[in-house]
């Protein structure tokens, strides 16, 4: 299910009583275990509610405070952190990326932090040679995506790389001292309210974590395994709960954590070479929806699905988060972690989606 389905659909208080019906007959239809929605109007939350099972072994059930993988939704807030680190006067948009990450390839050496935000930098994915199992360093990541062919030179086109937003996981920790995982809570989770969300960690006790699910043949079946270093970089490996995105939400809607200046930057189109926009800004997908200006973003990973959809013309707004829905051969991989992680293995996951229209 698409959170497309359930943003358009809420134009008044009496409508959104409807709700249930809805979001409980399209998990029917596309076999989601669980999902969580928010409904905002008018800066109010008129909804905020679980349904179906974050676990099903254990028969738990969705609440808005159950804990998500966010997949491709957290480009945001890693183009977010480069953002402050821009503003720190640490780093340049359209510095090459060489000059603060000197062990990329020299083949590089044209691309900008800029032309990483926005895909157009020509980066492949590495997901033919990549082994899904490895826990890599980030040298060693980094060497092994830089041995990849670049599609074309930076700046003639645009292509989603899932490897740009890698990078610039790397560049934030080199530039800003630290993890950047570490840099995103102090620096932009924490000050947004966003009190549950944090880097993705098998290992640690995270109370209020759903499992995922691969849906196979109408079939439930746990996600697979990733390597823990790959759910760590910054082409989105955070956990987030419905509550933290309607707080994300709320922070967007001010200035607490990104200014208006920086937020116009963020959500205008990348420019290429021949002069012509591209329907990407940074972090965020651009593109007009019923002749409103609209941004948002799509991705999977692991077996959810999520959403952060609103209006601001209508005043209306739905934050969703989807728990285990699968589609095809489990052998087969999610076809988007994004829009364009290509085929890299037996992996399927979460879909999310966050946008805005006015």
């Not at 809805?22 to 800066?43: E, R």
């Not at 509610?49 to 804990?67: D, R, W």
Request: with cysteine; aromatic share 10%; hydrophobic share 35%.
């Amino acid at each position: 299910m698409r959170w497309f389905l359930i943003v358009t659909l809420f134009p008044s208080l009496a409508f959104a009583d409807k709700a249930d019906d809805i979001v409980q007959a399209a998990m029917k239809k596309w076999s989601t275990p669980g999902v969580s929605v928010a409904v905002i109007q008018n800066g109010k939350v008129i909804k905020l509610k679980g349904y179906g099972f974050a676990n099903l072994e254990h028969k738990v059930k969705v609440t808005p405070e159950t804990i998500f993988q966010s997949g491709s939704v957290g480009k945001q807030f890693t183009a977010a952190l480069v953002m402050k680190l821009v503003e720190d006067g640490k780093i340049k948009l359209d510095d090459s990326i060489r000059k603060y990450l000197p062990d990329a390839p020299p083949t590089w050496e044209k691309v900008t932090i800029r032309h990483l935000l926005t895909h157009t930098g020509g980066l492949s994915d590495p997901y033919a040679k990549l082994e899904m199992r490895k826990d890599y360093s980030e040298a060693e990541l980094l060497k092994l995506e830089g041995e990849i062919p670049m599609q074309f030179q930076p700046g003639e086109r645009w292509s989603y790389s899932n490897t740009g937003y890698h990078v610039l996981g790397f560049l934030c920790s080199k530039v800003g001292g630290k993890f950047y995982g570490d840099q995103l809570m102090t620096r932009i989770l924490g000050p947004a309210g966003m009190k549950t969300a944090r880097i993705i960690s098998e290992s640690d006790i995270v109370m209020n974590r759903s499992a995922g699910y691969e849906i196979v043949d109408g079939k439930p079946f746990n996600q697979s395994w990733v390597a823990p270093m790959l759910n760590t970089t910054g082409d989105g490996s955070l956990y987030v709960s419905l509550v933290d995105m309607v707080n994300w939400n709320s922070a967007l809607d001010g200035e607490k954590v990104l200014s208006n200046p920086i937020k116009q930057q963020m959500w205008t189109s990348g420019i290429l070479n021949n002069g012509s926009k591209t329907d990407y800004g940074f972090g965020w997908m651009l593109s007009p929806v019923n002749g409103h200006k609209h941004i948002g973003h799509n991705g999977a990973w692991q077996g959810f699905r999520e959403g952060r959809p609103g209006y601001r013309t209508a005043g209306d707004k739905c934050l969703n988060e989807f728990a285990g829905r699968g589609r095809g051969e489990r052998a087969k991989v999610d076809d988007d972690r994004d829009v364009g992680r290509g085929n890299r293995g037996r992996f399927r996951g979460p879909h999310q989606g966050a946008s805005r229209i006015w």
